[in-house]
């Protein structure tokens, strides 16, 4: 089982930018893809990024494709999102997710572990 600690999150105004991160710990979670969630109020659950462990390949949700980026650091078996243009619309609170295989995740199923997760408040 993998734990994951995430943070960065805050209150910023529209068009700035925060970094996330997330520390992932226990047995292969160097080897785990890595990726976020976010669930606004109201809604569901959403899809945001995730990154290959092995390779780095990663992929993004459209609505943050050209706006977020997703990075790891596998020494430290940490990940970020790097959230640039922000938009009252990305408030929500932001979960790290972790999984055994990088293609589930791609073909739509749900990360297996998740952290506590961290808010994310974009005013207009």
């Known amino acids: 089982q993998v734990q994951l600690v995430e943070s960065g999150g805050g209150l910023v105004q529209a068009g700035g930018s925060l970094r996330l991160s997330c520390a992932a710990s226990g047995r292969g979670s160097s080897r785990y893809a890595m990726g976020w969630v976010r669930q606004a109020p109201g809604k569901e659950r959403e899809f945001v990024a995730v990154?290959?462990?092995?390779?780095?390949?990663?992929y993004y949700t459209d609505t943050v494709k050209d706006r977020f980026t997703i990075s790891r650091d596998n020494a430290k078996n940490t990940v970020y999102l790097q959230m640039n243009s922000l938009k009252p619309e990305d408030t929500a609170v932001y979960y790290c997710g972790a999984h055994t295989s990088f293609r589930t995740v791609l073909a739509g199923g749900d990360f297996g572990s998740w952290g506590q997760g961290t808010q994310v408040t974009v005013s207009s």
């Open positions: 990154i290959n462990w092995s390779d780095g390949s990663t």
